[in-house]
Structure formats: structure tokens, C-alpha cells
């Protein structure tokens, strides 16, 4: 049992077939080289049986590699620069779609703060294990609300009234029914409470009148919504907090859901350090 407890830390589950494992390779954020890839594809050649399988957390699990060659097809990973993700009680492999890279909508970057969470958390023994998604936008393509800990950008809209014509464009392209213009009035207002934090009326209005400050909304459980962040620092010192209610009130091996159910207070999560 010790045997397999320690395979499992090392990326290898065990499968229905005797002495045969699985092995995992993480990404972080959903991102993999193309050396990384080719090296991918010389494990499964070489040890396993040609093929992987994508997992749903973007990482590429390994079948078939058999316990003699646990550790060579390991060092063939690593020494092609791929990481072997341990199975178990940690801040797991973050899910993240491409962000502000890549993506027209992005507004944030999402492989910057997938990096910085695996860096700040790895390898450290939690009650259970915690998921983590990272969305570049409300569009949320990612469905972090699916994960222990979510986290989409958004964007906080200020107009400039000197520089608004009250064309109605900007109220036009909110799903969210947050703006009002009036335009025989000239007024313009926003429902804080209504506003998704999208930036679609920031990016239609052709004067410039609406500008934002990007940031960072944080959903715990799928089920709490905390205020928006405006720097990556804040985003992690939130998170600690969270960790430090998991690990203080998990009773062992209890799942984030569990404990987040039955003990939660949201007067005990702060961004400040
Ligand atoms: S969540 Fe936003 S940034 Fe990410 S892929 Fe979807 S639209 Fe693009
Ligand atoms: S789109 Fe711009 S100019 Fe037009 S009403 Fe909205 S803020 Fe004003
Ligand atoms: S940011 Fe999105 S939801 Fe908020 S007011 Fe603008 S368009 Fe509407």
C-alpha cells in the first residue's frame, strides 16, 4: 500500500490491469509547448501504448505504463521539461481558458495568475484537494463556478459625461440591462448591482466616453461571489485566507464543498495581506 500511496504523490494511478499505471502530465493553465508534446507522445511510445487521454482538467494522463518503468518513463518526462502532476490533497492543476493572450474578449491573463497560484501553493498538504478555474472574462467559458475556488476577470465601467453624445450604443450592448440612456434628457446611469462586469459597453462606445478598471471576481463553492479585486497580489492573499479557513476547520479528508457548506463566513476571507 505504502508502494502505491507513494506512486500516486508521483503522478501514477493505478489501473484495473495488474501493474499497470496511469501517469499524469499538468500543464499549467491549459498550456503545453510543442517539444513538450512531442516528449508527451514519446512516453505513451515508448512506455505506454501510443495513445493519452485528455483529462478535464487539461492535463494528459498516460495509460499503460508498467510499474517496472514507472521511474524511466518519469525521467523521460521531466527531462523533456514536463511535470508529473502528483495525485492528491494539494492545490490542483489550474484550468484556464487562454485569456488576454489570446482571446478578443480576454481581460486578463490567465496563464500569469495559473503560474503564480501554482507557485505559491505547490506541494502543500491541504485536508483534500482543492480545483481552481481562471476565466480572462464574464463570458466564463471555462465554467469556474464548477471549481472550489473560480475566478473570472471583469471590468468595473466609469463614464465621462463630457465625452458621451447619449447615443444609446453602449445601453444597447448590455445583456445585462445596466445602462439607461436618455437621450432627449442627456442623462446617463449604470445599476451597479445589475452590472456583470463584461465590458462590452466599454469596448462599443466609439467617443471613449466609458473607460474600466480590470479586475478580478472571485466565486468560492460556485455559490459565493466576493467583491472584485484589482491586482494579482490581492487575488492570492484572498486565497490564502480561503485555504487557511479550509485547513482550519476540515476534519480530515473532508472535501472543500463540505466544509465551505457548513462552516463559511465570508467575514473571514480578506485581500489584504
Ligand atoms: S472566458 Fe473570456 S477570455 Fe476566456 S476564452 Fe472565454 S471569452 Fe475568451
Ligand atoms: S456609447 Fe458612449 S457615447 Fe454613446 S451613450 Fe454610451 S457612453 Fe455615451
Ligand atoms: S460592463 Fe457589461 S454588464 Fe456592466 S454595464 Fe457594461 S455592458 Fe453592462
Redesign the pocket.
Known amino acids: 500500500m505504502e508502494m502505491y500511496s507513494k506512486l500516486k504523490k508521483d503522478g501514477f494511478i493505478r489501473q484495473r490491469q495488474d501493474n499497470y499505471f496511469s501517469m499524469r502530465a499538468v500543464s499549467t493553465a491549459g498550456y503545453f509547448t510543442s517539444s513538450q508534446l512531442q516528449t508527451i507522445l514519446n512516453v505513451a511510445d515508448t512506455y505506454g501504448q501510443g495513445y493519452v487521454h485528455i483529462t478535464s482538467r487539461q492535463s494528459v494522463a498516460i495509460p499503460f505504463i508498467h510499474l517496472d518503468n514507472t521511474e524511466k518513463a518519469k525521467r523521460m518526462l521531466n527531462e523533456g521539461g514536463v511535470e508529473v502532476g502528483a495525485y492528491g490533497a494539494y492545490v490542483g492543476a489550474v484550468s484556464a481558458c487562454q485569456g488576454n493572450r489570446v482571446c478578443p474578449s480576454g481581460l486578463v491573463d490567465t496563464f500569469e495568475l495559473a503560474s503564480k497560484i501554482e507557485t505559491r501553493y505547490n506541494n502543500r498538504e491541504l485536508p483534500n484537494k482543492i480545483n481552481v478555474g481562471v476565466a480572462g472574462c464574464p463570458n466564463n467559458c471555462v465554467r469556474v463556478q464548477q471549481n472550489d475556488i473560480g475566478i473570472k476577470g471583469g471590468v468595473v465601467p466609469h463614464?465621462t459625461a463630457d465625452?458621451?453624445?447619449?447615443?444609446?450604443?453602449?445601453?444597447k450592448v448590455c445583456r445585462a440591462g445596466a445602462?439607461t440612456?436618455d437621450s432627449i434628457n442627456k442623462s446617463?446611469t449604470i445599476e451597479a448591482d445589475k452590472c456583470v462586469n463584461c465590458g462590452r459597453?466599454i469596448k462599443?462606445?466609439?467617443?471613449a466616453?466609458?473607460a474600466g478598471d480590470i479586475g478580478y471576481i472571485i466565486i468560492l463553492n460556485g455559490s459565493v461571489t466576493l467583491p472584485i479585486i484589482f491586482n494579482v497580489d490581492e487575488v492570492l492573499n484572498a486565497m490564502d485566507s480561503v485555504i487557511e479557513f479550509f485547513v482550519s476547520n476540515a476534519k480530515h479528508g473532508e472535501r472543500f464543498r463540505v466544509v465551505f457548506e457548513r462552516d463559511f463566513d465570508i467575514n473571514n476571507i480578506s485581500a489584504k495581506a
Open positions: 463614464w465625452k458621451c453624445n447619449y447615443c444609446g450604443a453602449c445601453a445602462i440612456v446617463w459597453c462599443n462606445c466609439r467617443r466616453a466609458i
